[in-house]
């Protein structure tokens, strides 16, 4: 099994760009995440998943938009990026207690 | 908001336990106990976690107080690579509805030789 897996590892995009990082799970859990981590900072939660075709905000969810369209998939999508969303961003999944993260992506904005 | 408030940094000798305090005095009744930890820049990994009972797994123990307003992660023997940033969350278990698992601060925890 992969786990989660995150595609891109890295990316640098210019302002005004859009994109979309993909995540995949091959665990047939329900719940899936997306969290951007600032230098020193904490996780902070973007949007969440309670399964497919559903999807709710976090904690910071202005400038991201996201998909669930099939339940291995969970995408996250920047519009038009910023520098202020230079960030790492992980990916989620769980089903019962514990979840597992992806490796991240590291988003470069200029 | 995190509903949890911990350390920001701790020290620990090689070979010796470390204790982490977490403080969540509004948990509600339903909501556990979560631990995760960051090392480095990868992913967080799951540790433990508990509602009400003290729980031990191969990596760590559990401790939560009688009024479960307080609980302390316990590393029996820290080694070098146990060097990270670690996270209480509370929250409810994914069956029980949203799981959000916000992350707070957590605590840098440094291992020395």
């Known amino acids: 099994n992969a786990g989660v897996t995150q595609t891109p590892k890295f990316r640098v995009l210019k302002t005004g760009q859009s994109m979309t990082l993909l995540c995949a799970q091959d665990?047939?859990?329900?719940?899936m995440y997306w969290y951007r981590q600032d230098p020193g900072m904490g996780l902070r939660l973007i949007h969440y998943?309670?399964?497919?075709?559903?999807?709710a905000k976090g904690e910071v969810p202005d400038g991201y938009n996201v998909s669930r369209l099939k339940k291995q998939n969970f995408l996250l999508g920047l519009e038009s990026a910023a520098p202020s969303q230079t960030s790492v961003y992980f990916c989620?999944?769980?089903?019962?207690?514990?979840?597992?993260f992806g490796q991240g992506t590291r988003l470069t904005v200029v | 908001d995190a509903k949890t408030t911990q350390p920001p940094s701790m020290d620990c000798a090689e070979g010796r336990a470390a204790n982490l305090p977490c403080n969540h005095s509004?948990?509600?009744?339903?909501?556990?106990v979560y631990w995760y930890r960051q090392i480095h820049s990868q992913g967080p990994q799951y540790i433990i976690h508990?509602?009400?009972n003290n729980e031990t797994n191969e990596m760590a123990s559990l401790i939560i107080t009688e009024d479960r307003k307080s609980s302390t992660l316990i590393l029996p023997h820290a080694t070098l690579r146990d060097t990270a940033v670690y996270y209480c969350?509370?929250?409810?278990?994914?069956?029980?509805?949203?799981?959000?698992?916000?992350f707070g601060q957590g605590t840098r925890l440094t291992i020395n030789p």
């Open positions: 989620a999944s769980s089903y019962w207690v514990e979840a597992f």
């Open positions: 665990m047939n859990h329900e719940y």
């Open positions: 998943s309670v399964g497919e075709g559903t999807t």
């Open positions: 509004t948990i509600s009744g339903n909501e556990y």
């Open positions: 508990g509602l009400k």
């Open positions: 969350i509370v929250d409810f278990p994914p069956i029980q509805g949203a799981q959000k698992l916000v």
